[in-house]
């Protein structure tokens, strides 16, 4: 139905006609997109069986991708372009007055994760199914994504976010697959047949409901799976309020990271956690035993990778149905599991390393508890033969201490690899974080740099770039992104550079039209589009570009003569709602925003954008309308950043620490086609381990610093009051723990350097090529392959 136009229109009118019980010319946009939704579903559908099919017939290993969050965006275009029917459904539909980009643009994102680390399972299942590897995600289908941001005044507003209000044309309900989870309830432990049983009881039962959404490779017939769980009631229970039940069961799929910050909250939360996880093992052990019967060679052929620690609970309820369910002894069991699971680490912030109360851990899941102890116990024995005596050291490693369960210690004991996201992360994990543990297990760490699907990120997002690229060297880079280094021997060609020009132009007019639609702002479209664009967080340093700007703008309104090439600034971002600090930080980007925007003296050289609901939908309009990229985070913070990649990938010119895969950017373009400033990440880390720095000495003695830091509390933002003053605190009372003022004076220089590059257009020009040239070693699909080879053994 896609091969041929005319057929193509005769099924899309039918299937209106069909679908909705109205004529064609009665049907609106969400009509027609979800007709062609259904259409696609349809036409994939043989695929998808096929698929599975074959990985079944060919007793093909398969890896599960455990996520909390799966940060997809929208599907539709991605889809037709990877199924390589995107010309026939646009010419068809224009032929019935439809613009296919219309109807692209009603889809509402699937917007199920906060930032990099949702995305880049996004990425991953795009880079799988694109290779034909046998590899599915496992999420959860949270009623309501991370929350739409509005911007109030300035401030931040969260409201909740809806993407399935007119449903999702993409998934599959899947009542007969669905599972029982248990939580609460007792343990009771009694002899048969001469060994330990455990019996589980009293248990309230949830049923986790799967809805299965295809994953379509590019240019191949391969269709992988992204099954996510809903929680549903299961058997009413007797002791309980029926409407108390129903509600706290449907709670757990109801949001994306629920407030935690107390006991409720937190206990929610672990629920979720769990309830991925049990359903995930539960669903794969079934398929598992359909197939094999026992369990004795699962790790033959199952892997499950667990993206951060957030699915870690895989290893104690892979070792639950070996040991209860089986009936395995526990060495057979531990062999099982720990040759089955394997982990990624996400960030060394230790805030962000999560730990369980055993108060809230033990009730909620008593027979996970005592398995977790059991691995705790043995665990530590080993230490203590390998260090005898050595106390601190055991307790440091214990996975249980202090009334505190440590997710990534269980994840380290109970997988067969470790890996970080870029080589510094994995470095400061090996020699830092987790030195104890690369002692003891130093054959499981492992680096996987991130990377981004080329495919949304540069084919789709940018196919002005696309073509150009393709007319030079070829489509081979499609299919082997590496091959984009072929465009390095047109840096310097100045037929290519003025088609570069011309289309880096078109995709900043259409951001600016996109930005005046939104804001009202008009920007100047050829002054320099510098972003940041990411979650808010103080270790991003949003902040230092914030402060940056407003000196900038003291320097013209204090000096006429102050030459400076006409820059946007823009900015997108969320912080999350309890983070007060990071919101302030909007504000203050909102506020500088105002006071600029309406300078006539500034006369337009200088302009700050924020655009609000930052999310995969408009990061796909921002990137290919970048000419700065600002990935500013204080070194040592930033485990691998991924928005890095995808405006390299763009042609967007690098500002930016050595810090995470900046450091890996650079080896490859060099520091002739980079900006990189501030302190590496040795410097901060010596810095931590001797108290700090003297923040104030900076302020004291830097000016620009004096000035723009004085701003935050001296009336210069009316209508903020002392809403900044805990940012002025940040920086000099409590001694500026993420080195802004100290990275200060170097990022001004870079910044200056930055402008006075880009007036030598062709310099500016062959360094946007060369970093586009570079860009294919940020892949996913090297990452993919990197991942299949050396931990999954998936083919
Ligand atoms: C890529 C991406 C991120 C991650 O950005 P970083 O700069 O690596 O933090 C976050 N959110 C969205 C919507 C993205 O597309």
Not at 40 to 65: F, P
Not at 644 to 658: C, D, E, P, V
Request: with cysteine; glycine share 6%.
């Amino acid at each position: 139905m896609f091969t041929d136009k005319e057929e193509f229109k005769q099924t899309f009118l039918k299937r209106l006609e069909m679908m909705y019980g109205k004529r064609f010319w009665e049907s609106t946009v969400l009509d027609q997109y979800n007709t062609l939704g259904h259409m696609i579903r349809e036409y994939i559908s043989k695929h998808w069986i096929q698929t599975n099919e074959r990985y079944r017939a060919e007793h093909k290993k398969q890896v599960y991708y455990l996520s909390i969050e799966f940060l997809l965006g929208r599907l539709l275009g991605s889809n037709l372009m990877n199924l390589g029917i995107r010309d026939v459904v646009e010419q068809g539909l224009k032929e019935l007055g439809i613009e296919l980009a219309h109807i692209e643009e009603v889809e509402i994102d699937a917007g199920l994760g906060n930032g990099g680390l949702g995305r880049l399972a996004a990425c991953f299942l795009d880079s799988l199914a694109s290779l034909d590897l046998p590899g599915h995600g496992q999420g959860i289908r949270y009623k309501h994504g991370l929350f739409d941001q509005k911007i109030v005044n300035g401030y931040q507003v969260e409201l909740p976010e809806q993407w399935l209000r007119h449903g999702n044309v993409w998934e599959v309900k899947k009542e007969d697959l669905a599972v029982e989870v248990n939580f609460w309830g007792k343990v009771e432990c009694y002899e048969q047949d001469g060994r330990l049983t455990f019996r589980h009881y009293d248990v309230e039962k949830v049923m986790a409901v799967p809805y299965d959404m295809p994953v379509i490779g590019y240019d191949t017939t391969t269709v992988n799976t992204l099954r996510l769980w809903s929680a549903e009631p299961a058997k009413f229970p007797l002791h309980k309020h029926v409407m108390q039940y129903k509600r706290e069961t449907e709670a757990i799929s109801e949001f994306l990271y629920p407030d935690d910050t107390n006991d409720e909250g937190k206990i929610l939360r672990l629920k979720q956690q769990y309830f991925l996880v049990a359903a995930s093992i539960g669903s794969i052990v079934r398929d598992y035993r359909q197939r094999y019967g026992h369990l004795q060679h699962f790790h033959r052929h199952v892997a499950i990778h667990v993206n951060d620690t957030h699915p870690v609970l895989a290893i104690p309820e892979l070792m639950r149905i070996l040991l209860d369910e089986e009936g395995m002894g526990w060495d057979e069991a531990w062999h099982i599991t720990t040759n089955t699971i394997s982990y990624t680490n996400h960030t060394t912030l230790s805030e962000a390393l999560e730990k369980w109360p055993i108060y809230i851990f033990q009730p909620l899941l008593p027979r996970i508890y005592m398995i977790v102890q059991e691995i705790n116990e043995r665990f530590c024995r080993d230490l203590w033969n390998r260090y005898p005596g050595d106390w601190k050291r055991i307790e440091e490693m214990a996975i249980i201490a202090h009334g505190l369960v440590k997710m990534a210690h269980l994840a380290i004991v109970g997988s067969y690899s470790v890996n970080g996201v870029a080589k510094i992360h994995s470095e400061i994990l090996k020699h830092r974080e987790m030195k104890l543990f690369y002692e003891y297990f130093p054959e499981k760490f492992n680096n996987k740099t991130n990377g981004i699907t080329h495919r949304r990120w540069l084919l789709k997002a940018n196919p002005e770039l696309s073509s150009l690229i393709t007319e030079a060297i070829g489509t081979e880079w499609i299919k082997q992104p590496e091959q984009l280094i072929q465009l390095k021997k047109y840096a310097t060609d100045h037929a290519f550079q003025e088609q570069l020009e011309k289309v880096k132009h078109h995709h900043k007019q259409q951001l600016a039209t996109y930005i005046y639609e939104k804001t009202g702002v008009a920007v100047d479209e050829s002054s320099i589009f510098d972003v940041q664009v990411k979650r808010l967080h103080a270790y991003k340093r949003q902040l230092l570009n914030v402060l940056h700007i407003m000196h900038l703008y003291n320097r013209l309104k204090e000096d006429e003569h102050f030459d400076m090439y006409p820059r946007t600034f823009i900015f997108g971002a969320k912080a999350s709602p309890g983070y007060h600090y990071a919101k302030r930080i909007i504000k203050l980007i909102n506020s500088v925003a105002q006071k600029v925007n309406s300078d006539e003296q500034i006369n337009g050289r200088l302009k700050v954008i924020f655009l609000e609901n930052y999310r995969v939908s408009l990061a796909e309009k921002i990137f290919p309308a970048a000419d700065v990229s600002e990935q500013i985070s204080t070194a040592s913070k930033e485990a691998s950043g991924t928005g890095n990649m995808k405006f390299m990938m763009n042609g967007a010119i690098t500002i930016g620490t050595l810090d995470g895969a900046n450091i890996e950017i650079l080896e490859r373009v060099g520091h002739d086609n980079m900006f990189i400033f501030g302190l590496t990440a040795e410097e901060v880390l010596h810095y931590y381990a001797n108290g700090g720095y003297h923040s104030y000495e900076y302020y004291h003695h830097d000016q620009r610093i004096h000035q723009v830091v004085n701003q935050l509390v001296n009336g210069f933002f009316p209508d903020a009051y002392d809403h900044f003053e805990p940012i002025y605190d940040s920086l000099l009372a409590h001694n500026d723990q993420y080195f802004v003022l100290r990275d200060f004076a170097s990022y001004a220089d870079a910044q200056q350097q930055v402008g006075a590059t880009y007036k030598n257009r062709q310099k500016w020009l062959e360094m946007s090529i060369v970093n586009i040239a570079c860009s294919g070693y940020f892949s996913s699909d090297r990452t993919i392959e990197e991942y299949a080879q050396d931990i999954w053994n998936i083919h």
